[in-house]
């Protein structure tokens, strides 16, 4: 089991950045992988970022790609999201998840622990 607590969402102004962390405990030291998705209110719950956790590589949606940038800290078992030139069509719950297994990590059915959501507001 993986247990992932999501923070710092809030309310910010268009053009404006967050930085979202991810802490997983539990038996985090068997990841392969983490990611960020996030939902809309109305839609489905869509990929965002993905990290690979020995190697470091990432993935990018293409409507984030140049202003989001996902890291990892092994050490603490965290995960990052920095947002910059944020937008009001970001407005969502982003939530974390984990694999237990790789896979397709564009695909949330890869995925088999997920936080409990943080609430991201963008202001026009």
């Known amino acids: 089991q993986v247990q992932l607590v999501e923070s710092g969402g809030g309310l910010v102004q268009a053009g404006g950045s967050l930085r979202l962390s991810c802490a997983a405990s539990g038996r985090a030291f068997s990841m392969y992988a983490m990611a960020w998705f996030r939902q809309a209110p109305g839609k489905e719950r869509a990929f965002v970022a993905a990290?690979?956790?020995?190697?470091?590589?990432?993935y990018y949606s293409d409507s984030v790609k140049g202003r989001f940038t996902i890291s990892r800290d092994n050490a603490k078992s965290t995960m990052y999201l920095q947002m910059n030139s944020l937008k009001p069509e970001d407005t969502a719950v982003y939530y974390c998840?984990?694999?237990?297994?790789?896979?397709?990590?564009?695909?949330?059915?890869?995925?088999?622990?997920w936080g409990q959501g943080t609430q991201v507001t963008v202001s026009s």
């Open positions: 998840a984990v694999p237990s297994r790789s896979g397709n990590l564009y695909v949330k059915s890869t995925y088999d622990y």
């Open positions: 990290i690979t956790w020995s190697a470091g590589r990432t």
